[in-house]
């Protein structure tokens, strides 16, 4: 095997076990750990560590460690969380959230690093264009990566099914289900009760180990590939310098067009962050279990994945204006829908269909707005992706932070002020587009924004 495509093989793997860990976790947090809000709290706090991970650590790091080191380094920030899991408590699980968010930004730095100069390498070596092998490997990466979610998910759900203690649920706490929540700990896990501590702490012992070994294959197979040092150091010193780029993230608000899309990329935070906090809580763990909860989040990983792929051919045909009201209409439909639903046992494929067409919206929301951000600000991209991750990770904040402190059908209608409110901005854009003489999308641009996508997912 060619040892730079065996490289890429080995960075995909290792994130495949590290987020089927993660991923997993994510999605139990608010329903195992409910009490006063801390499992919500500490994905909350994620994503602010991100945040500030975001403008200060990737290029100090790289410049360091490398990007073999980063990446082994910043996994083991990740492990952290999974044992911050074993006694959850605010002085365990908050002080790990920070960690782990700290370390998310300089980890998918890093690995884009490292498959851009693995490409740039092969390429060379090989006579070939450096851009189609950069865009195989990072194709390679994802379509391994992209199932994690769905591994991680079910391994919880295999695990907690084992449960023998499940109860049978009243008609009276399924009335505390849904988007009137009673807002008590008891109608966070009415559908069974809480797993046993010998499930949970294998849960989290397989998820612990998981990762652990994704930092080992790293360590031990990677290559630390020749010009990985002397082209790292080249591209840093050629670039900026720190803070004007950190300025620079700041500066480009002047745009009018990215203030516009500041409740568009806001609004794929919320949408997430009400999917993996809210709706595995209030309505699967609520009235089936939380062995249901990992089955739920399959759906929504499958179809996310799926139909990323398939949106980014079809874009070429349809445009983004139509996907974009396409994943409107979808996700406005399920927020009515979810106000009026009642949830209920007997439904239970129904449980199932909200996460598939939500991962359906998502698909549109990942792939449409990372590619109209690389088209609209071609020249300024560093400083427009650090725009995207700022406010969709201040979208998940908000989300998170909210989460206990409101009933569920505000939530909704908060989303859904937001969705609307997203619409209405992406339209001046669009038309801002069109009173101008270059606004044409193109095939290219998209899938060089493409590989880029990922990066907002923790």
Known sequence: MERNLKNVLIISFG??????????????????????????????????????????LPPLLIKKLGCKWTIAGSMCCYITFSLGNFYASWYTLIPTSVILGLGGAPLWSAKCTYLT???????????????????????????????SGIWGNLISSLIFSQDSSKVEISEK?????????????????????????????????????????AVLLIVIFLDQIKSEQAETEKEILETPSFWSTFLATFQHLKDKRQCLLIPL?????????????????????????????????????????ICSLLFGKISQFTGRKLLFAFATVTNIACIIALLLW????????????????????????QTQTNGLYGILFEKHKEAAFANYRLWESLGFVIAFGYSTKLQVYIKLYILLSVLVLSMVTYGAVEYLEAKSSHGAPTATKKENVGALTQETYM
């Open 173 to 213: 706490n399924l009335a505390c289900c849904g988007a009137y929540d009673c807002m008590t700990e008891t109608s966070n896990t009415t559908g069974s009760a809480e797993p046993s501590s010998s499930l949970i702490y294998t849960l989290l012992g397989i998820y612990t180990a998981s990762g652990v070994l």
């Open 342 to 365: 009642k949830p209920h046992p007997k439904q239970l494929a129904v449980f199932f269909v909200f996460p598939a067409l939500w991962g359906l919206s998502d698909a549109i929301w």
């Open 265 to 305: 990329t806001m609004c794929s935070g919320f949408e997430q962050g009400f999917l993996s906090g809210d709706y595995t809580k209030t309505y699967v763990t609520c009235a089936l279990g939380i062995h249901y909860v990992g089955y739920a989040m399959i759906c929504f990983s499958a179809v996310n994945s």
């Open 15 to 56: 994130f495949l076990l590290l987020f089927t860990a993660y991923g997993g976790l994510q999605s139990l947090q608010s329903s195992l750990h409910s009490a006063e809000g801390l499992g919500v709290a500490s994905l909350s706090v994620i994503y602010a560590a991100l945040i500030l991970s975001s403008m200060f």
């Open 117 to 147: 100069i693995a490409g740039n390498s092969y390429a060379k070596k090989a006579g070939k264009n450096a851009k189609d092998i950069i865009n195989q490997y990072f194709g390679v990466f994802f379509l391994i990566f992209q199932s």
